[in-house]
T-cell receptor
Framework: GAGVSQTPSNKVTEKGKYVELRCDPI?????LYWYRQSLGQGPEFLIY????????DSGLPNDRFFAVRPEGSVSTLKIQRTERGDSAVYLC????????????FGQGTRLTVV | AQKVTQAQTEISVVEKEDVTLDCVYE???????LFWYKQPPSGELVFLIR??????QNEISGRYSWNFQKSTSSFNFTITASQVVDSAVYFC?????????????FGKGTKLSVIP
């Protein structure tokens, strides 16, 4: 597709379970970002990939959160032992990797932990 | 520390009215970038504009215009002759300048409702 694709669009999980959220960036984009948006708030930075490596993971809230991008394209955000406070919309964005070029966002995955 | 404040939580206007969305930022960087994004009900963030801290010229794009004032650390966004399709949440964001400047700090957003 032409844009950033995120799956699933909605995910409901029980507290304590493990979840994976997938992001398909725009083809050829080397930079990929994950953000988290809680209700009524602006997006908050989680992690940034340049190619296959995590260039900055300073926004990950704790060690239950982990993200990978093994082939430099698709990325997976993994959350272990989910908590109700993890409920949010998780947004993925990609850009060409040049400094401060436009980042294109996906429609997000709405995660609800019950 | 970077901070973006959008003091207006919600604004309602009648179609064809002009509306200005305020954005005030804080940063210690001498080089930085400012952004506006639109988030319609579908949830996707749509890029509207990026402005370099060295460029204080105002910009106009159709019905949209932006007023960047470094002296007051503000980057306000005006929609002229608003339309129902403009209804969305609008976010102002701040990004650091220089190589690897990828991490955006967003404000809490302003929800704009344009009433027909």
């Amino acid at each position: 597709g032409a844009g950033v694709s995120q799956t699933p669009s909605n995910k409901v999980t029980e507290k304590g379970k493990y979840v994976e959220l997938r992001c398909d960036p725009i083809s050829g984009h080397t930079a990929l970002y994950w953000y988290r948006q809680s209700l009524g708030q602006g997006p908050e930075f989680l992690i940034y990939f340049q190619g296959t490596g995590a260039a900055d993971d300073s926004g990950l809230p704790n060690d239950r959160f982990f993200a990978v991008r093994p082939e430099g394209s698709v990325s997976t955000l993994k959350i272990q032992r989910t908590e109700r406070g993890d409920s949010a919309v998780y947004l993925c964005a990609s850009s060409s990797g040049q400094t401060n070029t436009e980042a294109f966002f996906g429609q997000g995955t709405r995660l609800t932990v019950v | 520390a970077q901070k973006v404040t959008q003091a207006q939580t919600e604004i309602s206007v009648v179609e064809k009215e002009d509306v200005t969305l305020d954005c005030v930022y804080e940063t210690r960087d001498t080089t930085y970038y400012l952004f506006w994004y639109k988030q319609p009900p579908s949830g996707e963030l749509v890029f509207l504009i990026r402005r370099n801290s060295f460029d204080e010229q105002n910009e106009i794009s159709g019905r949209y215009s932006w007023n960047f004032q470094k002296s007051t650390s503000s980057f306000n966004f005006t929609i002229t002759a608003s339309q129902v399709v403009d209804s969305a949440v609008y976010f102002c964001a701040l990004g650091p300048g220089g190589a690897g400047s990828y991490q955006l700090t967003f404000g809490k957003g302003t929800k704009l409702s344009v009433i027909p």
